[in-house]
């Protein structure tokens, strides 16, 4: 028996959907890959456990810096290493993936663990491929296949080869369970692991609790896989981005150097007057096209929508790349135009089809940290350095740029050429 799918396709409908109907549209469709590794415990669960975990996820993270001047502070740190590790190349060229990876990484694992993880050290490389493998596990046919035939989830094999990638990120939280409890004062944590680790010993009385190891790790593991592939990947794409239109990265680092200057690291105090460089950072998102539709949502009741009786448990699935592309909200929506973020006076505009961490209840919980992530980190490299396309390789426009996304993420190489000191104050 098939089962009734909606699509949602441009901005207003998306967000009709999402916003002004947001509590019809905000549960899950049962995944049965998805209850396998996430044990129940998850976002993508359909049951409500959702709604608490989020309201104490959003509290725990705003806690250990989410946000705040504490986490920009983390950032600058990673920062320093990530510049020094460039310099390193001494302008040749070299893939940043790793690099970029690192340091996002690291940060994301000061908030969750409390600890500065190792640029050199292989088992961080292996984690980031492991978390860059699990990300894109859903979309394999292996998955498929076991969505639409839920019975071969039993077979041992199936799963040890499904899974594989995932029982590698869940065994790396589960050393840090383990760690914490032994150094724990569950009335000072330090981290946001001890801060979940004492919000099962207030609920350990408790027979229906949310709150156990089990969900500790699958919210550790959906976190930090969550927060490290899609931002370091994004870096990776706006740096891409300016090898291939010099103008707009030379307009960006003018605008940064009157701004700042060569000495101090950019700031979060110094977006409002960055205004372009702001622009080209989210013209780079949205370009990229990070999730192209979001995740899957259902129906938590039979709704009237826009003409239609769409009936409760119906799979809706929202298109965001028909949102970022929407040529009744963009100018050029074709074309690269930080423009599009730009008022008539040059000052930042903030545009409401601009959605690549989805709308409504179930919008992404990480939004403001990567938002902090990508304009300090993005700032500051195009403060210290000059991307260039390595020797050979052709110039790409905005539609190839897009075409090629999987290969850029992945193989594309760049050089990175310090700036001076004097071509900086020019």
Not at 281 to 300: F, T, V
Not at 331 to 360: R, W, Y
Request: hydrophobic content about 40%; overall charge neutral; aromatic content about 10%.
């Amino acid at each position: 028996m098939t089962e009734p799918i909606v699509v949602l396709c441009g901005y207003e409908v998306v967000k009709d959907a999402l916003m002004n109907h947001g509590e019809q549209f905000s549960q899950r469709p049962r995944i049965p890959t998805y209850v396998v590794y996430n044990k129940g415990y998850a976002f993508s669960s359909e049951c409500e456990f959702w709604r608490p975990m989020r309201r104490f996820l959003l509290s725990a993270l705003r806690n250990f810096g989410m946000g705040k001047k504490i986490m920009e502070n983390q950032i600058h740190e990673e920062l320093c290493d990530l510049i020094s590790a460039i310099s390193q190349t001494g302008g040749k060229a070299f893939n940043p993936t790793n690099l970029l990876g690192s340091a996002v990484n690291s940060t994301i694992s000061y908030i969750l663990f409390g600890e500065k993880l190792d640029y050199q050290d292989p088992k961080l490389h292996e984690l980031i491929m492991a978390i860059r493998k699990h990300i894109g596990n859903p979309l394999s046919l292996l998955n498929q296949i076991c969505n639409v035939f839920p019975v071969l989830l039993k077979l041992p094999l199936i799963n040890d080869k499904l899974y594989k990638d995932t029982f590698d990120v869940h065994n790396f939280v589960r050393k840090q369970i383990s760690r914490h409890r032994e150094s724990v004062d569950l009335n000072s944590p330090r981290d946001f692991m001890d801060y979940f680790l004492g919000k099962i010993k207030e609920e350990e009385l408790k027979t229906d609790s949310l709150f156990n190891d089990t969900s500790l790790e699958v919210m550790a593991s959906g976190i930090m896989a969550a927060a490290t592939d899609t931002t370091s990947t994004t870096l990776k794409f706006c740096l891409i981005c300016m090898t291939h239109f010099p103008e707009i990265q030379e307009k960006v680092q003018r605008e940064i150097d009157e701004v700042v200057g060569p000495d101090r690291c950019p700031g979060m105090q110094d977006r409002p007057q960055l205004p372009y460089t702001n622009a080209v950072i989210h013209e780079c998102q949205r370009i990229y096209d990070l999730a192209p539709i979001a995740h899957y949502h259902a129906l938590s009741e039979d709704t009237h929508f826009r003409g239609f009786m769409l009936p409760k448990g119906t799979t809706v699935i929202p298109f965001l790349s028909s949102v970022l592309f929407d040529p009744t909200q963009w100018e050029t929506p074709e074309d690269f135009n930080p423009g599009h973020f730009l008022d008539d006076k040059g000052q930042f505009k903030a545009n409401p089809a601009f959605m690549p961490f989805s709308a409504g209840l179930r919008m992404c919980l990480g939004e403001n940290l990567a938002r902090m992530e990508l304009f300090l980190f993005i700032s500051a490299l195009l403060q210290k350095f000059t991307f260039t396309r390595t020797p050979g390789s052709k110039q790409l426009d905005c539609k190839s740029l897009r075409n090629n996304k999987p290969a850029i993420i992945v193989s594309s190489e760049l050089c990175a050429v310090p700036r001076s000191t004097s071509s900086v104050t020019k």
